[in-house]
């Protein structure tokens, strides 16, 4: 597969594992390398609310601008099978998003619990599942002419997303305090 | 517990738990059953399998709803709920595997080749992955627990994963495998609350059997939940 080009299931699925991935480590930065001092500082100035606002927009951008130079370097190295190029850009994009979201907080709550990146994947990973599994069904319609994109399954992860946000500024005060 | 008889002390429920489940067993393996073609006698399972999952979302869900009150109130009584009612609801997520597996070993397998051999096929079912990430979170939710030495925070920050982990959890066991192919009967609506989906003479098994297997299910929790508050008790003398 290193030297073929590989099918588009397997295009697919490859590239969201590796979104995946990327996303973890990413992502998992922004709250674990914070050292107490700063932590402290931003305890001065800051609310909560804003503080994990803040930080799901930072995390956002920073994935959009991942999944962008990714899906560049996917399709400059394995090939470009992609029927719909805009809709599947919006997917990519979408899915970073939700991906970055939910990476972010349980970030917040790993670098809580003072452990390494390890156990934000233990936490992560069955969460994300089912988002995967949507983003993947979504994007073959993008690599068959025919097929087109459910709006439902789209509207369900907006859904997702804005709940996740919701979640996020409703718990973090219970994280922030110690 | 300041008052003389909470909940967990009184005995009416208790009889209640076990008279409905003589009642499920006696009645749910002897009367009669709609003879469905491929199901046969296998759907008596019914009674036993979907209670499993009924039970185990049940516990879920005050497992969460303590987690919710220990943040309102930073009761640790509420964190020690909130932890054993979400290790019975995994121990009633795993039976609801087994019961399942017994199931699908005599409808869905291919009866001409191997269990083995139909085995891949059937484990991509939507409902099997929605049900192990259910088990995979509260599973994650012990590592996180056991991973936090001081208590405080151990049972703030797995409250907060708790909450923010069951509200997940909704979409990914309730809403996502209606919208993929299924064997699971019902994928269109909502299989086993709808009165068109069972057959009126089972539902008067099912509904009892549903509400006995929940409260032994809680009734486990409880003897769970004194135990720790006993031990907890001890160690802090």
Redesign the interface.
């Given at each position: 597969m290193a030297i073929n080009e590989p099918e588009d299931k397997v295009w697919n699925g490859l590239f969201w594992v590796i979104q995946l991935f990327i996303c973890i480590n990413a992502v998992a930065k922004s709250f674990l390398q914070e050292s107490k001092g700063r932590m402290l500082y931003f305890y001065t100035v800051a609310s909560p609310a804003d503080f994990v606002l803040s930080k799901l927009l930072f995390n956002s951008l920073l994935m959009l601008v991942m999944s962008l130079l990714s899906l560049l370097l996917f399709t400059l190295f394995l090939g470009n099978p992609i029927q719909k190029a805009l809709p599947f850009i919006g997917l990519v994009l979408l899915g970073g998003w939700s991906l970055s979201l939910v990476f972010s907080f349980l970030a917040a709550i790993a670098a809580k619990a003072q452990q390494n990146a390890a156990i934000m994947a233990v936490l992560g990973f069955p969460l994300i599942i089912p988002q995967l599994l949507l983003l993947m069904k979504l994007s073959n319609a993008a690599f068959n002419p025919v097929l087109t994109m459910p709006v439902n399954i789209l509207l369900l992860l907006g859904a997702l997303d804005i709940m996740i946000i919701m979640l996020a500024v409703i718990l973090f005060p219970f994280l922030w305090k110690d | 517990m300041a008052n003389n008889k909470s909940f967990m002390q009184k005995n009416w429920w208790k009889i209640a738990a076990v008279v409905l489940l003589i009642y499920t067993f006696t009645a749910g393996l002897l009367t009669k059953i709609p003879e469905l073609p491929a199901l046969e006698q296998t759907i008596r399972n019914l009674y036993f399998h979907v209670c499993m999952w009924f039970c185990m979302m049940i516990l879920f869900t005050v497992s969460v709803v303590n987690s919710i009150r220990y943040?309102r109130t930073f009761n640790l009584k509420y964190d020690i709920y909130a932890r054993n009612y979400a290790t019975s609801g995994i121990v009633f997520g795993v039976l609801g595997y087994a019961t399942g597996a017994i199931w699908m070993s005599y409808t869905w397998a291919d009866p001409n080749s191997e269990l083995a051999a139909s085995f891949s096929s059937l484990t991509r079912e939507p409902k099997l992955?929605?049900a192990?990430?259910a088990l995979?979170?509260y599973f994650?939710y012990m590592?996180?627990r056991d991973?936090?030495n001081d208590m405080d925070?151990r049972a703030?920050?797995s409250?907060?994963?708790n909450?923010?982990?069951y509200?997940?959890l909704f979409?990914?066991i309730w809403?996502?495998p209606r919208?993929?192919e299924s064997l699971h009967p019902g994928a269109q609506g909502n299989p086993a609350l709808d009165t068109r989906d069972i057959d009126a003479h089972m539902r008067t098994i099912f509904y009892p059997a549903v509400i006995g297997w929940t409260l032994l299910g809680v009734w486990i929790t409880t003897l769970k939940i004194r135990l720790t508050i006993l031990k907890e008790k001890k160690l802090s003398q």
């Open positions: - | 943040l992955i929605g192990a990430i995979l979170i994650a590592v996180l991973s936090i925070k703030r920050i409250a907060v994963y909450i923010f982990a509200a997940m979409p990914s809403i996502v919208m993929m």
